[in-house]
């Protein structure tokens, strides 16, 4: 399976920002999918994670409230949508892809990397 992220660009503190992967070469129904994000020097950060279907989903805590993740299935991509960002939230996002079921997976189970896509919240 091959990940395309995009999306990503600068905004403003407070502004929304919608992020998207776009998956090809596999059953992308069949995969858990999930964003994560990581700044130099820092180790990478999960962020959010959808189910095969979209009914289950998890974020990280700082998050929540904030960003929502999404899949369309049959345009074979998962999107996520930043609201209120902030300077914090700063990153490259990676989109990752894992055979697994459930959304508690954790990031050593995801098989599937996309490259990342630069978000930058100024303040």
């Known amino acids: 399976v091959q990940l395309q992220a995009s999306g990503g660009g600068l905004v403003q503190a407070g502004g929304s920002l919608r992020i998207s992967c776009a998956a090809s070469?596999?059953?992308?129904?069949?995969?858990?999918m999930g964003w994560f994000r990581q700044t130099p020097g820092k180790e990478r950060e999960f962020v959010a994670a959808?189910?095969?279907?979209?009914?289950?989903?998890r974020y990280v805590d700082s998050v929540k409230g904030r960003f929502t993740i999404s899949r369309d299935n049959a345009k074979n991509t998962v999107y996520l949508q930043m609201n209120s960002l902030r300077p914090e939230d700063t990153a490259v996002y990676h989109c990752?892809?894992?055979?697994?079921?459930?959304?508690?997976?954790?990031?050593?189970?995801?098989?599937?990397w996309g490259q990342g896509t630069q978000v930058t919240v100024s303040s």
């Open positions: 990752a892809g894992s055979s697994r079921a459930f959304v508690t997976a954790p990031e050593s189970e995801y098989t599937y």
């Open positions: 959808i189910s095969w279907g979209g009914a289950s989903t």
């Open positions: 070469g596999g059953t992308f129904t069949r995969y858990l």
